[in-house]
């Protein structure tokens, strides 16, 4: 491709700044059309972002000729389906994290990209971002020695919605986006931590509805442990109070640690007998386009992205593991 044509399936929120302006602020790299079963809704995005064409139905963008790569941006259980539809009608798909609902749709989708030939890549944008390219230079240079052990806490409050039956979203009903904010928050730790020191190759844990305000699981502990023989232990709490949240990871090795945050962006600390550094590297104001950046260039010839479908279904793996699924 001289140039990437993107169609979007599910022009919601994600799309107004994570990732939508980055599919035309990106060089080589248009924004065709975008679809929503709501009209008015599609049509307003469409003309707030310039993008010529708008769909309220998916076969329609997905056949566009005039659209040679699917952006799938819809809840969790739509990721496999409509993933599939457009590697069959012969078009790259970047789809939205978790991957998939489960390890298994995420294989279907990588046996689909096969057979059809193209590209499956999944939205783990951290990969990109200099903040956690920053912490794998550290780590690279051995500047914390070999790593032992991972730390994760992610502690947060509930939401005004939560707490309200009648106005919560999506993110906590089961059947559409699968184990509530576990499955929406967790990967980003969990890709992270993968790009950072290796495969994640067993992993177990206990959940519980603590909360008791929806249907899912909201405090969850794990612990797993990486190719290299390092060893991860991480909880998540989801209705916790103000005063009790947390967004921390440390990585200690033979020689000191990295202590950082998965979405807070504070500096990143370095410390070992040698250094005491605290390092800043703010994340760009569209947050995925560096990891759209690199799809661009996969798909033209001149680079490679870093987050593809093999390393989204390990990720999906980790978690079914942690929920014993």
Known sequence: MDTVKWGIIGAGDVCEKKSGPAFYKTAHSELIAVMRRDEEKAKDYALRHNVPKYYTDVERLIHDPDV??????TPPDSHAEYAIKALKAGKPV???????????????MIKASEISGQKLFVAYYRRALPYFRKIKEL?????????????VKYF??????????????????????GEGYF??????????????????????GCAQNLGHYYEVKDTISAVWQFESGAIGTGQWCFVTSEKS???????TGT????????????????????YLDAIVARPPECIQQPLIQTIVDELRGVGQCPSTGIT?????????MILGE
Not at 94 to 108: G, I, T
Not at 139 to 151: K, N, S
Not at 312 to 320: P, Q, Y
């Open 156 to 177: 947060r409050t509930p939401s005004a919605n939560d707490l309200d039956p009648e106005k919560q979203t999506w993110r906590v009903q089961r059947a559409t986006a």
């Open 139 to 151: 780590l690279d240079r051995q500047l914390i020695g070999t790593p032992l052990t991972v730390d």
């Open 94 to 108: 970047y789809v939205e994290k978790p991957m998939a609902m489960s390890y298994l749709e995420c294989m279907q």
């Open 245 to 251: 949240e947390w967004d921390y990871v440390v990585i």
């Open 255 to 274: 020689k000191g640690e990295i202590r950082f945050n998965t979405f807070a962006f504070n500096p990143i600390k370095l410390i070992t007998p040698d």
């Open 183 to 204: 499955y929406d928050m967790a990967p980003h730790t969990l890709d992270i931590l993968a790009f950072l020191l290796g495969e994640i190759t067993e992993a177990k």
């Open 68 to 73: 040679n790569a699917i952006y799938v941006a």
């Open 312 to 320: 989204g279904a390990r990720t999906s793996r980790v978690m079914d």
